[in-house]
């Protein structure tokens, strides 16, 4: 199979479920510099007992969906899960076309393709189950491109395109975490007709013996729009207690795991954020101490960055020789919002300087610099 077939351009929302959009809309206004721009009708909420309000920056889209009462979608999601990635939309050319292919390889649509006009035009969405759970893939179109909403939605705000004050770029990828990669790595391959990226595999057994965890990462990507989705899998030993099945655990289900968002320049971003409120996971002295010497064992050639500009903000860094990349990690939400319903779902930013990779190395020398400390 040598392309998907889909007509994918991009992702064009992560649809989060929660049980109160307030802190959410704080959160992400606030901290990462989105906009409100669309929110469900009137007669949306009533039919779907769920209230979506679409945020944006730049071409980056996030949908909160608020359930208004325990039978609708996200009552059902959150009946099961904490706050979390119910969706993931992708922007196709033309939905018709996609469901055409994606019946031929048996996928299984949850609905008939929604159809609403407007002056705008026709915008169609559908959506079909994925082997992640509760977790659905939805494919939406739009004939007008500029078009900042969703079916079901109404303009909610005005969009200024150039308010971006993190320097956000796009999507770069979202990683999922599960018990077994193989059902979904096939599903990716045959039904989306996505290919094998990249992947790696690497346990901490070796470093510190009797402890070590391990895990198992492959990203599937759509290699006409450059999508990319990293799957995640325990390994054996101590597979129970890797950081894999830890977030499957608190997430009651496999799910997305992180959603990682590119930026020009982490050092700005980092301190926009913070300055904001958002907190991000602290990294070890002994990580820095050890910096040097990784970089120069994995071929990292200059850095352009200071490195005691990067220690003092806790940004990681990662590559080989073709590059590096710099990133860090928000804590997830059940801490930022002090409520363990929140959920474990967390946020990366990353600034690609050449490398192509999602960090691998980082994971390594954070355990180790933790076992050390
Ligand atoms: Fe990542």
Redesign the pocket.
């Known amino acids: 199979m040598a392309k998907s077939n889909l007509g994918i351009q991009r992702i064009h929302s992560i649809e989060v479920c929660v049980r109160e959009a307030e802190p959410w809309l704080d959160y992400l206004t606030k901290g990462f510099g989105f906009q409100l721009v669309a929110a469900s009708t009137g007669p949306d909420v009533e039919q779907t007992g769920t209230r979506r309000r679409l945020l944006r920056c730049r071409d980056i889209g996030i949908v909160l969906a608020e359930r208004v009462h325990g039978g609708s979608t996200a009552g059902r999601y959150l009946e099961r899960h904490p706050e979390g990635v119910s969706r993931v939309n992708f922007l196709v050319q033309d939905v018709k076309a996609a469901e055409e292919v994606l019946l031929e390889r048996h996928a299984t649509p949850t609905d008939f393709v929604r159809t609403e006009t407007s002056d705008g035009g026709e915008r169609r969405e559908l959506c079909i189950a994925t082997p992640l759970g509760d977790v659905e893939y939805g494919f939406v179109d739009d004939v007008e491109e500029a078009a900042l909403t969703l079916p079901g939605m109404e303009p909610a705000g005005a969009f200024d395109p150039n308010h971006n004050p993190l320097c956000l770029v796009e999507i770069?990828?979202l990683?999922a975490n599960m018990r077994t990669l193989m059902p979904t790595i096939a599903w990716y391959e045959h039904v989306l007709g996505f290919r094998r990226q990249w992947d790696v595999q690497f346990h901490t057994e070796d470093f510190k013996p009797g402890f070590g965890t391990g895990l198992k990462s492959v990203v599937m990507a759509d290699e006409e729009s450059g999508v990319r989705i990293?799957s995640n899998e325990p390994l054996r030993p101590r597979y129970e207690q890797s950081q894999v099945q830890a977030y499957v655990d608190l997430n009651r289900g496999p799910g997305i795991h992180?959603v990682?968002w590119q930026v020009e320049d982490l050092i700005q971003a980092v301190d926009h954020s913070r300055s904001q409120g958002i907190e991000f996971l602290p990294t070890p002295r002994e990580y820095y101490s050890s910096l040097q010497g990784r970089m120069t064992t994995q071929g990292i050639g200059s850095v352009s960055q200071a490195l005691e500009d990067l220690e003092t903000r806790g940004i990681l860094i990662d590559g080989d020789r073709s590059g590096y990349l710099l990133?860090v990690f928000c804590k997830d939400q059940s801490v930022q919002f002090k409520r363990p319903e929140a959920g474990p779902l967390l946020l990366?930013l990353?600034q690609r300087c050449g490398a192509t990779g999602?960090?691998e190395g980082n994971f390594r020398a954070l355990f180790e610099a933790m076992s050390r400390s």
């Open positions: 770069d990828h990683t990293a992180h990682a990133q990366e990353v999602f960090g």
